[in-house]
């Protein structure tokens, strides 16, 4: 999208055409060094294509279809066809089939109200929060709370103002230029249609996702900036407060008074308890696009060694395996089975109870030492998903991952997490947000006042 941008500005901007084919040139040539370059330091850094994890484009469309969604990710979408076995041919005839079938069933109207839902899932939050509280700083021993876990809500409201004050400046910025008919700087064209051509392709074509809308981001504030300049705001607020000197006092008591009924219409925020999961083990998520699943001999034992540094958590291990009739996956004739999962804390040389589906029983993790076990306690091997296959990418360097004693390719997927009580948000937190803002309502009521010393109309004094 952006490369389509860049090249409909440079058409667009009135430069000789031996400039307009310079400036296409080096844009083709750099596309071309970073395709390859990244060709390059995948061989290096010892990447394999492997044909049973590649996944086709198609899937994350299909997902952006989802009648039951605003277009996010989807748990069912996600895994849909992305079987063992499965070639990217047949996935894509797959879910291609069912994309038809969804667009079969939306009238125009219907549509047009999902790619709507799909916009404000991704754009009317202004910050995202929907992958990031559980990232952690910190070494191996000592994982520290992710910064949005702890202030994600406080962050997400106070930045509210902030965020449509930047969306609605630069719609009028753009809205003044297309009303009088005046040219539009190229940097600011480029960046309108980076905009639009990264809102186009999330909204109508891929599934969404808070996150991606930081890519429109530096554009709009780029864009923000030129009307800063163009919108005179010092002069527009001369002229307004004008306007508003005389009744400054009345419109700052109902102000305040605003602003009292919201601290108090919301304080529950400050008292309700909500359950707090504080991950210390998070490790890998189940590979995202699908794997060729991990393969353990009959009776083979794998063993994990691995530290928890806090009381009272919670194991979850995940435990789904099955046999096979043959070797040949794309029989797709499955057998389900539980591996035989054992967890000692050998600190204190204790047994922890482990039930079927992977989960240890709540809070009866204590702090020490602990080494997990994974046996096939069949006679005929398994394969399971519960342990990820790296290949050889190397991740000896990152002491937040374990791996199989033995085996450093082989990573098991697992959680340890201490669960708490608390609010969503703090008093302190909550009690900031609206001290800042009713400093913010003192300047601009005192700024109103003294207009004439701080703000005069006279553009050459300021």
Not at 150 to 166: A, E, H, P, S
Request: positive net charge.
């Amino acid at each position: 999208m952006i490369i389509i941008a860049s090249l409909i500005t440079i058409v667009l901007m009135g430069q000789a055409l031996r400039q307009k084919f310079v400036q296409i040139s080096i844009l083709i040539a750099t596309v071309i060094v970073v395709y390859f370059g990244s060709s390059v330091i995948q061989t290096a850094q010892r990447y394999e294509r492997n044909n049973q994890v590649v996944t086709p484009a198609t899937r994350y469309i299909n997902m952006g279809l989802n009648p039951n969604t605003s277009g996010q990710i989807d748990g069912n979408d996600a895994w849909l066809y992305e079987q063992p076995g499965r070639t990217p041919k047949e996935k894509n005839r797959l879910y291609l089939s069912s994309i038809k079938r969804r667009l079969l069933n939306y009238s125009v109207g219907s549509l047009s109200e999902h790619f709507l839902k799909k916009a404000t899932y991704m754009y009317g939050t202004g910050l995202t929060i929907q992958d990031f509280f559980y990232w952690y700083a910190g070494n191996k021993n000592n994982l520290e709370e992710s910064i949005l876990d702890r202030f994600g809500v406080t962050l997400v409201n106070g930045f509210q103002f902030f965020y449509i004050l930047l969306s609605v400046m630069t719609f009028v910025f753009l809205w003044r230029h297309l009303k009088n008919k005046r040219s539009i700087p190229p940097v600011v064209l480029f960046s309108v249609l980076g905009v639009l051509g990264v809102c186009a392709f999330q909204v109508g074509l891929w599934e969404v996702r808070d996150r991606y809308s930081l890519l429109a981001v530096p554009f709009t504030v780029f864009i923000f900036s030129y009307a800063l300049a163009e919108l005179d705001i010092v002069g527009w607020i001369s002229r307004f407060g004008s306007v508003l000197k005389q009744d400054v006092i009345r419109y700052f008591i109902i102000s305040t008074g605003l602003l009292v009924f919201g601290y108090l219409s919301n304080y529950s925020l400050t008292t309700q308890l909500v359950e707090k999961n504080n991950v210390s083990i998070h490790q890998p998520y189940v590979a995202y696009a699908g794997q060729s699943d991990v393969k353990i001999k009959a009776h083979d034992k794998l063993k994990i060694t691995f530290d928890v540094e806090t009381t009272g958590n919670t194991g979850i291990f995940y435990n789904s395996a099955y046999s096979i009739s043959s070797d040949s996956k794309s029989q797709q004739v499955k057998k389900y089975l539980p591996l035989q999962i054992s967890l000692m804390n050998t600190t204190l040389h204790k047994s922890i109870e482990v039930d079927s589906n992977g989960n240890t029983k709540a809070n009866t993790m204590q702090k020490g030492k602990y080494v997990l076990t994974l046996t096939n306690p069949t006679n005929q091997a398994i394969y399971t998903q519960g342990i990820i296959d790296i290949g050889k990418a190397d991740f000896s360097f990152n002491s937040l991952y374990r791996s199989i004693s033995g085996h450093p390719e082989l990573m098991p997927v697992m959680t340890v997490a201490r669960s708490s009580q608390n609010t969503l948000v703090s008093k302190k937190q909550y009690n900031a947000i609206f001290t800042l803002l009713f400093v913010i309502l003192c300047i601009i009521t005192y700024m109103f006042r003294k207009k004439d010393k701080i703000l005069p109309l006279n553009k050459s004094k300021v």
